[in-house]
C-alpha cells in the first residue's frame, strides 16, 4: 500500500529518502523499524491489531477488530516519529468503515500458514497416511519441543 519510490536529490546531493521514509518502503518494513528501535509494545501493536487501510509519508489510517477498545493512536504516533523523524497523522476508522483495509501482520501470517498446511495436506501421500492413520498429525518440527529427541543417526 505504499507509494512508489521517489528518488530525491537534496541541495547537498544527499538523498532524500531520510525525509520521505516511508515513500519506498511497506508496512512490514516500516513496523520492523519501530521494533528495531526498541518500540515494542508499539510494535506489537502494529502487527497485531492494526488493519491498513492508507499508508503514505505522515498518514496512517487503520482500522481495527471490535474488541480492541484501548485508544492506540498515542502509541503508534509517537512511535513514528521516533522511528521516522517525521511527525505523522494516525487515525482510527470505525469497525463499519474498515472494509478497504489489510488484514493485519499476525493474520496474514495466520492465512500463509493455513493455506501451507491445506496445500501440504492435499497432496496425495500426504492424504494416504491420514487414511491409513486417522487419528495422526502433522508436526512443525521447528515448532515442536525438543524434549524427548534422544534418537539414535544409527537407526
Do not use: C, Y
Request: hydrophobic share 45%.
Amino acid at each position: 500500500m505504499a507509494a512508489a519510490p521517489v528518488s530525491q536529490t537534496g541541495s547537498n546531493g544527499a538523498s532524500a529518502e531520510a525525509s520521505a521514509p516511508v515513500l519506498a518502503e511497506s508496512w512490514e518494513r516500516l513496523v520492523e523499524r519501530v521494533q528495531n528501535k526498541g518500540q515494542h509494545l508499539a510494535a506489537g501493536i502494529m502487527k497485531m491489531q492494526v488493519r491498513v487501510q492508507t499508508l503514505q509519508p505522515g498518514l496512517l489510517r487503520f482500522a481495527r477488530a471490535a474488541e480492541f477498545k484501548d485508544d492506540v493512536i498515542p502509541s503508534i504516533r509517537d512511535a513514528l516519529l521516533e522511528t521516522t523523524g517525521e511527525r505523522w497523522i494516525v487515525e482510527e476508522l470505525p469497525t463499519d468503515q474498515g472494509d478497504g483495509a489489510r488484514p493485519t501482520l499476525v493474520e496474514q501470517e495466520e492465512a500463509s500458514k493455513a493455506a501451507e498446511l491445506a496445500r501440504i495436506r492435499s497432496a496425495p501421500l500426504v492424504e494416504a497416511a491420514f487414511a491409513a492413520f486417522p487419528d495422526a498429525e502433522l508436526v512443525d518440527e521447528a515448532e515442536a519441543a525438543p524434549a524427548n529427541r534422544n534418537w539414535n543417526k544409527r537407526a
